[in-house]
């Protein structure tokens, strides 16, 4: 490559690195005021679903689970309590009623979810108190979603999920949520690490909200 080229090329890569952490910096402040925003609407939503929580079973409203986001790093994500307390340790017992592959557990007729979970999470109610785990930067509110899973269980192509925060919602929840194989999400969540931009972030979010109203593919 001659000199003017070599430099052409620098240049461009120069330009293309300040896009990107332009756009990063953009997405960022996005998550802050949506997050705010968001947790402000939903405040009476959330208040309402933590009493039925507490009224439909003994144990805490919330439920903090260990998983693996940005470049590996573990977090505890935020979610309302939908399962009997303790129900972590019956998944092993679960294990042939398994209706997912992959890195995925999913089981449609869970015998571990309350009353109330059941329809908390119909319509994705459950996943509210990660919009905390956006405002503490764990997550974004678009990306792949945060998988209960060991960072070391990442290889492959699989690992590239890490390259972004893990989104409160995404490709994968727009296009089948719980009813898609796990290489359909996979896939779905790879495309979005190499195209992400503002735009196509604001339009899965337009399209979170009628997803989640109709309450499809989500057990």
Same mark, same amino acid.
């Not at 953009?26 to 005021?33: L, S």
């Not at 309402?48 to 505890?76: I, S």
């Not at 945060?146 to 296009?175: C, K």
């Not at 899965?204 to 499809?216: H, S, Y």
């Given at each position: 490559?001659?000199?003017?080229? &070599?430099?052409?090329?620098?240049? %461009?890569?120069?330009?293309? %690195?300040?896009?990107? %952490?332009? #756009? ?6 996005? !998550? =802050? ?5 968001? *947790? ?5 939503? +959330? ?8 009224? !439909? ?11 693996? #986001? ?5 977090? /505890?994500?935020?979610?309302? %309590?939908? =399962?009997?307390?303790?129900? @972590? ?12 592959? #992959?890195?995925?557990? /999913? ?18 109610? !459950? ?8 405002? =503490? ?5 678009v990306g792949p979603r945060p998988l209960p899973v060991e960072d070391s269980d990442f290889t492959g192509e699989a690992r590239r999920r890490l390259l972004v925060r893990p989104g409160l919602t995404g490709l994968w929840?727009?296009? #089948?949520?719980? !009813?898609? &194989? ?7 969540? +790879? @495309? ?20 989640? *109203? ?6």
């Amino acid at each position: 490559m001659s000199a003017p080229a &070599a430099e052409t090329a620098r240049r %461009r890569s120069n330009v293309y %690195r300040l896009r990107r %952490r332009a #756009g990063r910096a953009a997405k960022r402040t996005i !998550d =802050m005021v949506g997050a705010v925003a968001l *947790l402000v609407l939903a405040a009476p939503v +959330l208040l309402a679903a933590v009493v039925a929580v507490r009224a !439909d079973t003994p144990g805490p409203a919330l439920f903090r689970q260990r998983r693996t #986001g940005w470049c590996g790093k573990e977090f /505890k994500l935020l979610k309302l %309590r939908t =399962m009997q307390v303790g129900s @972590e340790g019956l998944r092993v017992a679960l294990a042939d009623r398994n209706e997912a592959d #992959g890195r995925l557990f /999913k089981i449609r007729e869970d015998p571990r979810v309350t009353p109330v979970g059941r329809w908390l999470r119909r319509y994705s109610l !459950d996943e509210l108190p990660q919009l905390l785990n956006v405002l =503490m930067g764990h997550m974004s509110l678009v990306g792949p979603r945060p998988l209960p899973v060991e960072d070391s269980d990442f290889t492959g192509e699989a690992r590239r999920r890490l390259l972004v925060r893990p989104g409160l919602t995404g490709l994968w929840q727009i296009s #089948g949520r719980s !009813d898609l &194989a796990w290489e359909d999400a996979l896939r779905l969540d +790879l @495309e979005y690490v190499d195209t992400w931009s503002i735009r196509k972030d604001l339009v899965i979010l337009a399209r979170t909200l009628p997803v989640v *109203l109709r309450g499809e593919g989500a057990y």
